[in-house]
């Protein structure tokens, strides 16, 4: 199963070109770093963009007209950097786009960014006229987003980055099971949607997927939601009368009544569903029927200690 939002990214160039590339480079948009560059791995990076295309020169120099006037659309106050493969480590240009989607997974889990990558071209975005070599290979990546009124770029540090490299596996294999990938699919792609009451049914149908309830879902939700992010106590007692709040407005906007702030509850709800999945993710593990059982009816003597570097205050 895909891990976010795919599409049919392969450009349509002989394979020996394909072959031929060194480097892939993912614009990004929606987020943010202190330093010029964050290094992943060896072959993996994130590299803040030293200057912007013109429109003159992206339907110049790239292959693909359309991916031109798409990361014109955006511009540079919304994409200001790139994520950089190293191709000779991976085995094949799908593998890489499958790595890519991965990582952006975990950084929004990890992050709730809103951060997108429209595009990927074999050279870097800041330097595509280079010494007249022939068209870049540019192609899509992400589907486009509709609303460009995303709120400021989240901060990406290197502990973020330790946290998707420490648990990529994790969430690799827990993309394999439908109601994690439901779940992480929804987190990825709903600012793919125009409206606000859209994109937070979709947040919905992935905070659902995680707990299988199929009836007094108003009540016993919330109180799963709760009881799996915090132990017992006040601070669980409050959050599930947080998510119990929640999800009535969500049978507003899912039922067309009018309530106060969409926005503001799609952030509320995107916050959810990222607590909900980074647990999840740390476990390693997704909660079974039996469990969710047990944490309402068994004492709570869970060990609250997740795995991986520590998120910081």
Not at 92 to 115: H, K, N, P
Not at 147 to 175: C, F, G, R
Not at 217 to 230: D, F, G, K, N, V
Request: aromatic share 8%; glycine share 6%; proline share 6%.
């Amino acid at each position: 199963m895909p891990v976010g939002p795919k599409e049919s990214v392969m450009p349509q160039i002989a394979p020996e070109d394909l072959g031929s590339v060194t480097q892939w480079h993912f614009a990004i948009g929606g987020l943010e770093t202190a330093g010029e560059v964050l290094e992943m791995a060896s072959a993996i990076r994130i590299q803040r963009l030293r200057s912007f295309p013109t429109q003159a020169e992206l339907s110049a120099r790239l292959n693909n007209p359309f991916v031109a006037g798409i990361i014109g659309h955006y511009g540079d106050g919304l994409i200001g950097h790139q994520l950089i493969i190293d191709a000779k480590g991976f085995q094949d240009f799908e593998y890489i786009c499958d790595a890519v989607r991965a990582i952006l997974a975990g950084l929004r889990v990890r992050t709730r960014s809103e951060l997108f990558s429209p595009a990927v071209c074999n050279r870097p975005w800041d330097r595509l006229d280079d010494g007249g070599q022939p068209p870049c290979i540019a192609c899509r990546f992400e589907p486009h987003v509709y609303s460009l009124e995303l709120h400021e770029p989240t901060q990406i540090t290197a502990v973020d980055l330790d946290w998707v490299k420490y648990n990529l596996s994790k969430v690799l294999e827990l993309n394999n099971q439908t109601r994690f990938n439901i779940a992480l699919d929804a987190l990825c792609s709903y600012l793919h949607t125009e409206r606000d009451r859209m994109k937070a049914a979709q947040l919905w149908v992935g905070i659902e997927a995680i707990f299988e309830v199929q009836y007094e879902i108003s009540y016993r939700l919330p109180l799963l939601a709760a009881l799996i992010l915090e132990p017992r106590g006040e601070r669980c007692k409050t959050l599930r009368q947080h998510v119990k709040k929640l999800y009535s407005q969500r049978s507003k906007a899912i039922h067309g009544q009018e309530f106060k702030d969409p926005a503001t509850h799609v952030r509320e709800v995107r916050e959810l569903l990222a607590r909900l999945l980074e647990t999840i993710i740390e476990d390693g593990h997704m909660p079974t029927k039996q469990e969710f059982d047990d944490l309402v009816l068994m004492p709570d003597d869970r060990d609250r200690s997740r795995s991986g570097p520590a998120k910081p205050e």
